[in-house]
């Protein structure tokens, strides 16, 4: 009987020690500086500086940790690249502006963000420094355009590229190169198995490896309804075939995203469905390498991002190839990130954000940044040189894909546009809808959207 | 009629332990047979090579390697699986004890004492259960910012006690009422204080009642999401909100890894419901059906 | 001797102060965390908050009028209405012939028991994100065995139809159990004197399950339901692990909240909506403290 008092007085005891020492330990994780607790102590007498970087958790962010150091060793800095998974990334960062001060000194963010950032005074205004900071010459025009201007073709900058993406194809190489599906091939079409040059014979491709008794599927798209994936997954069928988000200068939707030729890209996009594996209508960027690598399918639409993880998995298995082209119409959606500065840090980590961005784009630094795992580069030259062409096997489609990419909307208002465009493509793809009257629907609650956007 | 039954009772026990069978199998295979077109059933611990992955064969290498992979990071995150179980630990752990202790010193006064509007108050507090956390999440983070609480342990721990006291002071409460009061009584007429009544004669009897009431809201908050998600915890996730990390992950998602963490996240529940297995009732019930 | 020695009744209350002592920590925790943010909830359903920060106005009913008008409103409370309606029906009935069929004596019952009851206490979401492995509709076990025996294979997780079909059959799964173990209890307090009668008075099987065990099983099983039915309302982490939260088949209440403040980031709105579930709640909290109360009185008049 004695001990049980006891025994409950430790209980207390031991809660409230434990609350006292979390409550210490709250004290560290709250810092005055504008930065996530450093693990590793400065071991310079100096206290070190902190430049926090967030970013999405996949191996690009490892690339930049790595790239980072070496910025941290000559500059006596240390930089820290915080990943965030990609499901609540963009969820996290615009809470996190919400405070007075953000964890965060950078952020890549998605080129939809833009916008957003801009018009909130939630980026700081590159516009000024960026061409003292690089020669715009030697970025890639269209990631200049996508990764870092709003409004887009204003010249007003509010990010530098970081990570400069696209999306292509993954094809099984061993398939295509088997002399039995080769000669099958062949007796069928009356031409060799090639790499599809437009979607046309994407599309008759996909059909010959479709057999679904033996588990075997033609193509995998992105169709993931979560956020982007399946408007970033239609969004090159839709301008190869003569379709758009908005006409060009009126920037309308309506005549433009509901003609014709978007119906029949809609249309095609859906035909191709057919020769996905069973789940083939909902698959998010992820999920939808699974069917690739569990050896069902034969080509993969996905961003080049996730191409060199696969080529290591897969390695002599694999080949890669850009987006085919529909007449003489050929476009890739875009993807990647840019560097963005937060406002809300203060002046001095500003600077010192800036100092890193303009190292980043120097020509030799990118030269090394294209050989960390997941690294693409926005700069021209490299894009061009025969030596990145052939230093991996998806280099050369992805230096093609640049060429010819495509972006979506980056106003502030984009995720309501993208969750619109991602029901009624949805719908459209179950069968719920026609393509018509999807895209109808869309380009009109696209309207709706864009004039209501308060900024 | 009997044959009926067992029919009933042997598929019901089928339905319900199939899928962690399933998830047990799993955290021992290789990524490749995890998403395999063609199911593997069969462990079998011969050389790798002859059963190559893709083959129609149900049989797989069985491979211990997902539960060593979880101390490493998963490609692109941060910590390793125990970090953020040990996250789980240390806020399940405070906020329970946080909810019984207050649980318990609460339903003691509402038992004994003539409380005014005790009724309402109760009331209260069990409406506090039907809640949906999001519901409140944006005025709890708005308070969090004002108090630099967001983002830390302590601010989830908090929340949860909180969410957690109405079941708290519910299960507490049946069970102090059942403490016949004879010995409080012949406490207080010898001359003893209310709170050495308390804590020598209350606690020791209510301490079955106070284990089992931990139990659940130990469970509650171990397996708590929503609130977890939304507060931005990057300091202080939780594994449930890991998991759910790992579904758009660059490298597909390592279900070997995510289903080995998970044999070692449920393992605590499982252990727990054996325990508590005759308090079920009451304990999912709120204290209101007692057995 | 002294008079309190034999009194029966306590002592008349003792003063309310200690009482008010021992009360006080608990509920100035809830009324901190609880009350307070529902009151700050209404405040911000009249402002135009967004989630990153910037200026804050008052916009008047403004959310309101969105929010009632919107196709999104009615579908989410639609979907959660029907969510709960069916998964709380299908888990009373499958629960309460399981517990049928547990009654009587079964060699490792105790064990049975215990193993039909895990899966209600596991963690939701955890589980769901494995159950995604299983229904997948490419490599998925469930499919594959479907195929085995020749039986057409629907594509649980993109099939339109299925998608809540699909979160009903994870959430029927993890919570059958609760409804089982309710049933139990309700099939158990029946005393054995009452079928002993019914015995004697020869009435049938199907006579004596609808005039005695069911009757009397009614206020548990209506306890049940409330209970079920509130945790229903508030369906949340399924839905995420499963669909994502802006699937117009799937969108809860919750997850339609979700939606407006993360990744719309309209704050007002979403306070709004929060605003009507609240209202919700409280309906439905009241109805269950006064089913309690009489469970309670016909529970003392029983004993009486």
Redo the contacts between chains.
Sequence with gaps: MPTKPIVTFAIVAGAACSLLFVLGCRQKEQPSEPASGSSTAATAPAPKKLLTIWWAQWAPADGLQELANDFGRTENVEVKVHQIPWASFQDQVFQEFGKNQTAFDIVVGDSQWLGRGATKGLYVDLTSWLPSAVDLKTLHPVALKYLAEYPTGSEHYYGAPAETDAMGWAYRKDWFEDPAEKAAFKKAFNRELSVPQTWDELKVVAEFFTRPDKKRYGDVLITGRGYDDIVMGFEQVLYAFGGAWSAPKTLKVQGTLDSPDAVRALDFFKSLLKYSPPGGSKLGYGEALEPFVNDSTAMLMNYFAFFPDLAKKMSGKVGFFAMPKEGDRRFASLGGQGFSISNKTSSPQQDLAKKFIAWFLQSDTQKQWVRKPGGFTANAEILKSDAFRKATPYNAAFAESMDIAQDFWNVPAYNELIAASAQQLGEALDGKKSSKDALTQMASEHEKILQQATP | MRAVRTVLVVWFLLVATLPLAWLALTSVKTYQDTISAHAKFVPWSGPLESNPSGADSVRFAATLDAYRNLSKPVAGTPNDFYHYLGNSIVIGVLSTLAAVCLGTICAYGFSRFRIPGSKDWLFFILSTRFLPPLAVVVPVLVMYRWFALENTHLGLVLLYTSFNLSLAVWLMKGFVDEIPRAFEEAALVDGYSVLHTFFRIIVPQASTGMAVTGVFCLISSWNEFGFAMTLNNYEAQTVPVYFAGLQGNIEGVPWPRIAAGMMIFVGPIVLFTVLVRRHLLRGVTFGTIKQ | M?R??FRVR??A??S?L??????A???L??V???????I??IY?SFTNA?????PVKMVGGHNYTVLFNEARYANALTVTGLFVLVSVSVELVLGF??AM??R?R?PGK?V????????????????S???N??L????G?L???LALVHLP?P?W????DLKLVSILFVDI?MW???MM??SL?GL?SIPSYIYEAAEIDRAGRWMVFRSITLPMCAP?LG??VL?RA?DA??Q??LV??I??P???STQT??AR???V?????K?GL??A??VV??VA??A??TI??RY?EM?GRRQGKAEA
Excluded at chain 3, 50 to 54: M, Q
């Design positions: 002294k309190n020695e306590p002592r209350a003792p309310s200690i009482g008010a002592g021992f009360v920590p608990a509920l925790l809830l901190a965390m609880n009350l307070f943010p529902l700050f909830n911000l967004d989630l990153s920060g910037g012939v399981l069929a547990m009587d079964v105790a049975i028991l215990t193993v039909l009851l895990i899966p209600m206490m596991l963690c939701p979401v955890v589980l994100l494995f159950w492995l299983i997948n509709g490419n490599y076990i499919n594959q065995l294979q594509q997780l993109t099939d339109d799964w059958t159990p609760f173990l309710i209890a158990n548990l306890l049940a209970l509130t309302l508030k949340f982490d995420m692990a669909t994502g802006n699937d117009a209440l919750s909240i979700y939606q403040v993360f990744r719309d980031y704050v979403g306070s909506y929060g579930i609240l709640v409280i439905v909290a269950f403290v309690i469970l």
